[in-house]
Nanobody, 126 residues
Framework: QVQVVESGGGLVHTGDSLRLSCTLS????????LTWFRQTPGKERQFLAT???????SYEDSVKDRFTISGDTDSATAFLRMDNLKPEDTAVYYC????????????????????WGQGTNVTVSS
């Protein structure tokens, strides 16, 4: 059974840093992309950053100066380093796995992804 597990969330203060981890297990395929999203109550899931099979990364504009994605699809592990955290970064952070190279949606669209983790909570206090 394929499982995606996120970890590393917690309660931090404004200006602090966190490093989230994402691990895929139980799979028999090599993902084509590993991607981080976040979500707050009542809002749609927001794309943050992705790393694909070639190591290419891309970011949502509002976080690209503070967040760094790393990892690789061969090891099916991804990390999200978040610096200078702000209260508006408070959310549940999700890791998503794109299994196939057949692309129906853009990498920033949640519908592109085949597997999701349960999420890890990040709370930034002011």
């Amino acid at each position: 059974q394929v499982q995606v597990v996120e970890s590393g969330g917690g309660l931090v203060h404004t200006g602090d840093s966190l490093r989230l981890s994402c691990t895929l297990s139980g799979h028999t395929f090599t993902p084509v992309a590993l991607t981080w999203f976040r979500q707050t109550p009542g809002k749609e899931r927001q794309f943050l950053a992705t790393v694909n099979w070639s190591g290419t990364t891309s970011y949502e504009d509002s976080v690209k100066d503070r967040f760094t994605i790393s990892g690789d699809t061969d090891s099916a592990t991804a990390f999200l380093r978040m610096d200078n955290l702000k209260p508006e970064d408070t959310a549940v952070y999700y890791c998503a796995v794109d299994r196939t190279s057949v692309t129906f949606y853009s990498p920033s669209d949640p519908r592109e992804y085949d597997y999701w983790g349960q999420g890890t909570n990040v709370t930034v206090s002011s």
